[in-house]
Nanobody
Framework: QVRLVESGGGLAQAGDSLRLSCAAS????????MGWFRQVPGREREFVAS????????NYADSVKGRFTISKDSAANTVYLQMNALKPEETAVYYC????????????????????????WGQGTQVTVSS
């Protein structure tokens, strides 16, 4: 059974930093590209960042470039999202997602920003940023 469990959310003030973690189990971690998305009630889910299965390629939403960093630790089956200089408008539930990729080198180096491509999702962790 595949499980993705996010942690690290909470309350922060504008300009603060938080690091989210997503612990994966029940899957071969190296065979999955990973992504972070966020959603505010009443609004569509929004892509935040993704990392390729081999960890060599990353991709970010324009709104977070230069402030957020996605990384993965294959030994710990965990993907992280370091969020710096947080803004109040980034208050949302943050979700971790996993997408199975083919084993060829090109696929393992590809990131994915479309949520519909992902196979598994975590339950989400709330991030609240006050002004």
């Amino acid at each position: 059974q595949v499980r993705l469990v996010e942690s690290g959310g909470g309350l922060a003030q504008a300009g603060d930093s938080l690091r989210l973690s997503c612990a994966a189990s029940g899957l071969t971690f190296e065979a999955y590209a990973m992504g972070w998305f966020r959603q505010v009630p009443g609004r569509e889910r929004e892509f935040v960042a993704s990392i390729s299965a081999n960890g060599r390629t990353t991709n970010y939403a324009d709104s977070v470039k230069g402030r957020f960093t996605i990384s993965k630790d294959s030994a710990a089956n965990t993907v992280y999202l370091q969020m710096n200089a947080l803004k109040p408008e980034e208050t949302a539930v943050y979700y971790c997602a996993a997408k199975r990729v083919y084993t060829n080198p090109s696929a393992r180096s590809t990131t994915h920003s479309r949520g519909t491509l992902y196979d598994y999702w975590g339950q989400g962790t709330q991030v609240t940023v006050s002004s």
